[in-house]
Nanobody
């Protein structure tokens, strides 16, 4: 059974940093592209960063230069280092597994709140 568990979200002041973690189980973690999504209140879920199996990464324009996605395949864990946080980064952050071009197998999410 595929399971993704996010952690690391909390309240932080603008300009601060956080590192989110996503622990995967029930599948061969190293064989899948993984992504971080977020959903802010009143907005649709958006992909903010992705890590492909060939080490290629993707970042949305809104986080490029501030967030860093990484993975430790020996620990089956995906990370999102978030620097220079802004109030508009406030959202529930989810990780997801990419299967045949589609992201799914969502975790429960972790709340990130950035105060101004």
């Amino acid at each position: 059974q595929v399971q993704l568990v996010e952690s690391g979200g909390r309240l932080v002041q603008a300009g601060g940093s956080l590192r989110l973690s996503c622990a995967g189980s029930g599948f061969t973690f190293s064989s899948y592209a993984m992504g971080w999504f977020r959903r802010a209140p009143g907005k649709e879920r958006e992909l903010v960063a992705a890590s492909w199996t060939d080490t290629t990464t993707y970042y949305s324009d809104s986080v490029k230069g501030r967030f860093i996605i990484s993975r430790d395949n020996t620990k089956n864990t995906l990370y999102l280092q978030m620097n220079g946080l802004k109030p508009e980064d406030t959202a529930v952050y989810y990780c997801a597994r990419n299967t045949k071009g589609n992201f799914g197998s969502w975790g429960q999410g972790t709340q990130v709140t950035v105060s101004s």
